[in-house]
C-alpha cells in the first residue's frame, strides 16, 4: 500500500508510474501491492491481506512502502536482503533515511521534478507532495538504474 503524508483526495494507495517499474526490468517478489492492481510490479505479489513484511523475501525485490512511520521498517528489511530498490520521498534529513538509506544502500537516484503516482484502478493522479528517490541495494540494481534512461541523478554510495 502506498501512502502520503497528505492529500487532497484522501486516498491511501498511490501506484509507482509503470514506466518507471519497466525500465528497471523484472522484478521476483513485490511485498507491498494493493489488493487490486492495474498492472504487474514483479513475479509474486503480496498485498496487505498476505502481510508481505512477514513473508520471506527471495531474488529482486521491488519496494514502494506504505508511506509513514512504517516506511523505513520495510527498508531496514529490504537492507538486510541485499537485493532489491524501493521508491520512497526523498527526505534526506530524516532519521530513518540516515540509518536505512545513507548508511545501508548501493545507490540513490534522485527523480528530476516529482512523480505523478497512479490510482488504484490505473489513472494518473496530481504531483506528488515531496520530490522521490529510488533507492538500491546490491550492485545490480545500480546497473538496473544505470540503464533504465530515467530522468534524475545517480549518487553511487558504495564503491562499483
Not at 514506466?19 to 504487474?40: A, H, M, Q, V, Y
Not at 488504484?120 to 538500491?136: I, M, R, Y
Request: aromatic share 12%; net charge neutral; hydrophobic share 35%.
Amino acid at each position: 500500500m502506498k501512502t502520503f503524508n497528505t492529500n487532497t483526495k484522501n486516498n491511501d494507495e498511490w501506484l509507482t508510474p509503470p514506466e518507471i517499474i519497466k525500465s528497471l526490468g523484472e522484478f521476483d517478489i513485490d511485498p507491498c501491492t494493493p489488493i487490486n492492481r492495474p498492472w504487474d510490479t514483479a513475479k509474486i505479489h503480496y498485498n496487505k491481506n498476505d502481510d508481505g513484511f512477514t513473508k520471506e523475501w527471495h531474488g529482486r525485490v521491488w519496494c514502494n512502502p506504505p508511506y509513514g512511520r512504517q516506511t523505513f521498517e520495510w527498508i531496514n528489511k529490504l537492507a538486510a536482503h541485499g537485493n532489491g530498490m524501493t521508491l520512497i520521498f526523498a527526505r534526506t534529513e530524516t532519521l530513518g533515511f540516515h540509518q536505512e538509506v545513507w548508511d545501508k544502500a548501493d545507490a540513490i537516484f534522485f527523480f528530476k521534478g516529482r512523480l505523478k503516482f497512479h490510482y488504484v484502478d490505473g489513472t494518473q493522479g496530481q504531483c506528488a507532495n515531496a520530490p522521490s528517490c529510488l533507492v538500491a541495494y546490491g550492485k545490480n540494481n545500480i546497473e538496473a538504474i544505470k540503464n533504465a534512461n530515467l530522468n534524475g541523478k545517480l549518487i553511487i554510495l558504495k564503491g562499483e
